[in-house]
């Protein structure tokens, strides 16, 4: 039994390791940690304490996948919601689609169970107001938000940490190989956008006979490629998974327009076998690995490609 977070997953990381140990279904496992890191306020890119889009509003995306079933469950852009994990599950359990979102995605919440919560952090309102002040002039700033917001959109490019998130991936030669992501997405993006972490094949995929991979950082870099699709078709294909994370890099390599920007890969395979893989993130990317021959949870340092 195998478990792959990243680093931010650490509130819960150790959530799912309980969980998985004693016999809870592997999805259930999963969401159950994500649902710490999604209430922790120091994780500042997933959930509460998250960042909000350009309007000072949080708008969350997250997705489970069953890799046996390939069953998918998502939701993006979702307002006022803290377990949206959760939620992407219930869309895959109960609904006959795939994902949700927005005002939609609010209202199935609701017909759950699921309450509204303000997931604004004070802290991050205050970050949000100061940067806008910064890029708008005193007579925008006036009007805000009755102004064009793309032009600022392309001029707000913030470190690669704000568009971080939280996945887990676990592999398991007999309760096979399953995926979830959740993340509040790039900070002061422009409403409505959704990165990687709802979209199947992007941020996340996962098929029990061959692997899984979950993708971290620039959305709008896996998105464009497939990463986490790619590399479990190439393992489909016979490639090892050293080989198939290495073809995901050169296809997100050989983009050279429009935004660019670092990713992480977190691959398994359904030998055993992982790899974490950083891309052109800044500074040293780690990641959560547990297996069910090791004591305890460790931190490890991915690679670099
Ligand atoms: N990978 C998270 C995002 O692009 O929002």
């Known amino acids: ?27 259930e496992a999963m969401i159950a940690g994500i649902s710490k890191v999604e209430a922790e306020p120091k994780v500042r890119s997933v959930g509460y304490g998250g960042w909000p889009n ?21 939701v993006g852009a979702v307002p006022d919601t803290l377990n949206v994990a959760a939620l992407a599950h219930e869309v895959m359990k109960r609904l006959p689609h795939v994902m949700l979102t927005g005002a939609g995605a609010r209202r199935f919440a609701s017909e759950i169970g699921l309450p509204v919560k303000d997931m604004l952090l004070d802290d991050s309102r205050r970050v949000w107001w100061e940067r806008l002040k910064r890029e708008l002039s005193p007579a925008d700033l006036k009007v805000f938000p009755d102004l064009p917001l793309a032009p600022l959109s392309r001029a707000i490019t913030d470190p690669e940490r704000v568009r971080d998130t939280t996945v887990f991936v676990s592999a398991d030669s007999r309760h096979g190989i399953h995926a979830a992501t959740s993340t509040s997405g790039w900070a002061w993006k422009y409403p409505g956008r959704l990165g990687d972490s709802p979209i199947p094949g992007a941020g996340y995929y996962a098929d029990s006979r061959y692997g899984g991979a979950v993708c971290t950082h620039t959305g709008e870099m896996t998105m464009r490629c497939s990463t ?17 994370v290495a073809l995901a890099v050169e296809e997100l390599s050989d983009l050279s327009e429009g935004f660019l920007g670092g990713v992480v890969i977190h691959a398994v395979d359904a030998n055993g076998g992982h790899e974490v893989v950083n891309f052109r993130c800044p500074g040293e990317i780690r990641y959560w690995l547990w297996s069910d021959t090791m004591a305890e949870p460790e931190l490890r340092a991915a690679k670099t490609a």
């Open 54 to 74: 350009m309007l000072g509003v949080m708008e969350c995306d997250a997705a489970v996948m069953n890799g046996d079933t390939r069953e998918i469950g998502a």
């Open 228 to 244: 986490a699709r790619s590399i479990v078709l190439a393992l489909k294909l016979g490639r090892s998974l050293a080989d198939a």
């Open 1 to 27: 039994m195998l478990l792959i977070a990243n680093a931010e997953a650490w509130p819960g990381f150790s959530t799912t390791v309980d969980q998985l140990k004693a016999g809870t279904d592997s999805l």
